[in-house]
Structure formats: structure tokens, C-alpha cells
């Protein structure tokens, strides 16, 4: 159990586009999902927590405009990369924890966005 | 907020032999610590973790301990294979009610020479 599905594996798109990423827990219900960014050989970055049916919390320094986050069910949250630039190539992830009172986290397998 | 220090960055080992990756953390009212391996364009997963009600955990060949008055923990690997080959992060959180965040530390690439 504790499946995090996350689509699509890779991604390429032109500069200027959008792109979305979807998350989804298959197997269990999650009331908050989190949105990482790494970039090679680097740890993970979180961007963001997303509470299902209310707005996301961003970290310092990540524009939410630019990086639009849908949390609208208890197994699905989106991901859309507005207006994507070459500097927003890297590997996204996400991660899904249970509902109240549980701690573990379980990751998606991860999106490698290419801006062309 | 919280700081997680790993070390090494990296390591090799024979295989057969044990490989110990430690961690270190700022924040005295973490009381989680899970450990995740990330092989090369994968995300990571969850392989072991262990609660501050707890010393040590072990699974198979895997064992965590933890030292709450030192701050530190550290992931043992016994019998190391070449598929235990990757990167692993360990991370921290304050657990309670509702959600919480993780703060990784930066790494440790194990290699294991077959």
C-alpha cells in the first residue's frame, strides 16, 4: 500500500508553455501533499504544502503565480509550471502523507521537466 | 527552523562490508526520522524510520539508531549488496496532529563495488 503516482515521468516543452503535473495517492487518502525541486546531485527542495481544498502554503522565495498548485480532492494534486523558462528545467517531486496523525511520507517517482 | 547535517557526501564500500551514513539535526522537538534511497531518476522511497520514543530500529539489513541528547542518528547497512547502490537522504520533522514538513539532509551517494 502507499502508492504515489506521479505523471508524466518526463517532460519537454517550449519556452512560454505551461506545463502540469499531477500527483495522486492510489491507495490511500491524503490530506496534505508537498511539491519538491531538485536540482542534480542536490538534496530536495520543498516548494510547497498543499492541504487538500484550501490554498497552499509556498516556501520563501517560490512564486506562487508561476508555480500554480491544485489541491482539490484527497487523492490528487496538480502541479502547473506557467510560462515555463530553461531556468525551471529540473526534477520535480511530490509526496503524500495520510490523513490526521499520520507522519509518513511516501514519494511519487518524480517528473524531469526539459524547457526548450 | 530545523537543520540537517549528513555525512559523508559520499561513499564506497566492498561489497560484503557495512556502510554507516550519520545525521545530525538543530531542532530538540524533531521526533521523527525517516530515511529515504533514491536510485538515479527515481523519487525516493521511504526504507526505514524511527520515532524519538525510540534507540534503535532494524530491518533485516537495515538499522537506524537515534541519540536525542546528542541530536544525531545514523542508518547502518550490513552486508551491503550492489543493488544498494544510490543515493540516501535522511530527513527530520516534528510529527503531531495535522501535517508537517521534512528537512532533508544534502546526501550521501553509496557505491558498493561488486
Known amino acids: 500500500g502507499a502508492v504515489v503516482s506521479q505523471h508524466p515521468s518526463r517532460v519537454i516543452c517550449k519556452s512560454g508553455t505551461s506545463v502540469k503535473i499531477e500527483c495522486r495517492s492510489l491507495?490511500?487518502?491524503?490530506?496534505?501533499m508537498f511539491w519538491y525541486r531538485q536540482f542534480p546531485k542536490q538534496s530536495l527542495m520543498l516548494m510547497a504544502t498543499?492541504?487538500?481544498?484550501?490554498?497552499?502554503?509556498?516556501e520563501q522565495g517560490v512564486e506562487k503565480d508561476k508555480f500554480l498548485i491544485n489541491h482539490a480532492s484527497l487523492t490528487l494534486s496538480t502541479l502547473t509550471v506557467t510560462s515555463a523558462h530553461p531556468e525551471d528545467s529540473s526534477f520535480y517531486i511530490c509526496?503524500?502523507?495520510?490523513?490526521?496523525?499520520?507522519?509518513?511520507?511516501?514519494f511519487g517517482q518524480g517528473t524531469r521537466l526539459t524547457v526548450v | 527552523g530545523e537543520n540537517v547535517e549528513q555525512h559523508p557526501s559520499t561513499l564506497s564500500v566492498q561489497e560484503g562490508d557495512s556502510a554507516v551514513i550519520k545525521c545530525t539535526y538543530s531542532d530538540s522537538a524533531s521526533n521523527y526520522f525517516p530515511w529515504y534511497k533514491q536510485e538515479l531518476g527515481k523519487g525516493p522511497q521511504l526504507i526505514i524510520d524511527?520515532?524519538?520514543?525510540?534507540g534503535e530500529k532494524k530491518d533485516q539489513r537495515i538499522a537506524v539508531t537515534l541519540n536525542k541528547t546528542a541530536k544525531h542518528f545514523s542508518l547502518h547497512i550490513t552486508e551491503t549488496q550492489p543493488e544498494d547502490s544510490a543515493v540516501y537522504f535522511c530527513a527530520a520533522a516534528i510529527s503531531g496532529a495535522g501535517s508537517y514538513q521534512l528537512t532533508f539532509g544534502k546526501g550521501t551517494k553509496l557505491s558498493v563495488i561488486p
Open positions: 509526496s503524500a502523507s495520510r490523513t490526521f496523525g499520520h507522519t509518513e511520507a511516501f
Open positions: 498543499s492541504n487538500e481544498g484550501s490554498k497552499a502554503t509556498y
Open positions: 524511527i520515532r524519538s520514543n525510540v
Open positions: 491507495d490511500f487518502q491524503a490530506t496534505t
